[in-house]
C-alpha cells in the first residue's frame, strides 16, 4: 500500500529525534543483526550425546560379541555394558544457539571438534575409530588371557560390537572374556547377576586407562539397566558431576582391581568408590 496525501504532519518529543538517539537506536539495530548472525554462524565444535550401550557377555545387532576357542567357555548371567558417546559428524560445525542450548542440559556436551576427531575428514575418522578399536580388542585379550594364565597361540578370541569405534571398550571387553572362561574363580559370575557397566582403555598389561566423556556415559549406562560402573579413576572427579541415581561408581586402575572389586560388590566385601 502507497501513502501519499492525507497522512497527518505528526510531531514527534525532541528527546526521540536528537541525534544521541538516533545513533543509539542505530547501534542497536547493528548489534541486535550481529547477534543474530553470530547465532547461525558454524562454529569448530562437536556435539556429544550418551550413546549406545552393548552387552559384551550377549549379542549386538544381531551377532555374539565374543566367540572363545581352544578353550572351554561358561554360561553367563548378568550383563557387561561397555558404554558409547555420540557426536556429531567429524567436519559437521555447531551454531552458537545449538552450542548454547547444549550447554545448559545435561544430557549433552560441547566439545572443540579437534578434541572428538583429531582427524576430521569423516573417511579418515572412522578409519582410525576403526583401528583404535582394533587395537583395544587385541590387548583386551591379551591383558584377559595373561590374567587366566592362558596362553594366546591356543585360546582364540573374536570380538564382534559392528561399526562401534575407538579404544573405550577395552576393559570391559576384557573383563567379558574372563567371566567367559573364569567366572569368580569359584563358580559364580563377576556380575553377580547384576546389569554393570563400564568404560576405560586397557593395554597389554591390563592397565585400565581414562577415555573422556564419562559424565554422558554414565547417563546411557543408567538408561540401559546398569547399577554399577567401572570407571578409571583418574575420571572420579568428572564422573560425580550429575551420576545418575542408584548407579554405584568404582574406580580401577588395572584389570585386577577391576576383578577384584566385582568379586568384592558380590561377596559383600570391601569396595572402592569415587
Same mark, same amino acid.
Given at each position: 500500500?502507497? +501513502? ?5 504532519? &505528526?510531531? $514527534? *518529543?525532541?528527546? =526521540? #529525534?536528537? @541525534?544521541? !538517539?538516533? %545513533?543509539?537506536? /542505530? ?6 543483526? +550481529? ?5 547461525? &554462524?558454524? $562454529? *569448530?565444535?562437536? =556435539? #556429544?550425546? @550418551?550413546? !549406545?550401550? %552393548?552387552?559384551? /557377555? ?217
Amino acid at each position: 500500500m502507497c +501513502l501519499d496525501a492525507g497522512v497527518p504532519d &505528526v510531531k $514527534l *518529543p525532541p528527546a =526521540l #529525534t536528537a @541525534p544521541r !538517539t538516533r %545513533a543509539l537506536a /542505530l547501534c542497536g539495530l547493528l548489534v541486535g543483526a +550481529l547477534f543474530l548472525v553470530a547465532a547461525f &554462524v558454524p $562454529l *569448530p565444535y562437536t =556435539l #556429544t550425546l @550418551p550413546g !549406545t550401550t %552393548a552387552n559384551v /557377555l550377549g549379542v549386538y545387532e544381531g551377532k555374539q560379541v565374543l566367540t572363545i576357542t581352544g578353550a572351554p567357555t561358561r554360561q553367563t548371567i548378568g550383563e557387561l555394558r561397555m558404554v558409547t558417546i555420540s557426536a556429531t559428524n567429524p567436519g559437521e560445525e555447531l551454531s552458537l544457539w545449538t552450542s548454547l542450548k547444549a550447554w545448559v542440559n545435561q544430557d549433552e556436551a560441547v566439545l572443540p571438534s579437534e578434541a572428538v576427531y583429531p582427524q576430521q575428514d569423516p573417511t579418515k575418522a572412522q578409519q582410525v575409530t576403526q583401528q583404535q578399536m582394533t587395537e583395544s580388542q587385541d590387548s583386551a585379550t591379551i591383558a584377559a588371557l595373561n590374567y587366566l594364565h592362558l596362553s594366546p597361540s591356543q585360546v582364540k578370541v573374536t570380538v564382534d560390537l559392528g561399526d562401534i569405534g575407538g579404544p573405550s571398550a577395552g576393559q570391559l571387553i576384557a573383563l567379558g572374556i574372563i567371566d567367559k572362561l573364569a567366572g569368580d574363580g569359584k563358580g559364580g559370575d563377576l556380575t553377580g547377576g547384576k546389569v554393570v557397566a563400564g568404560t576405560g582403555t586397557i593395554d597389554d598389561d591390563g592397565n585400565v586407562g581414562a577415555v573422556g566423556g564419562v559424565p554422558l556415559k554414565t547417563q546411557a549406562a543408567a538408561r540401559d539397566g546398569a547399577t554399577v560402573f567401572l570407571l578409571p579413576k583418574s575420571e572420579c572427579s568428572d564422573a560425580k558431576v550429575n551420576t545418575p541415581a542408584g548407579l554405584r561408581l568404582i574406580p580401577v586402575t588395572t584389570l585386577a582391581d577391576a576383578v577384584a572389586a566385582l568379586t568384592a560388590l558380590n561377596s559383600g566385601g570391601t569396595v572402592p568408590s569415587c
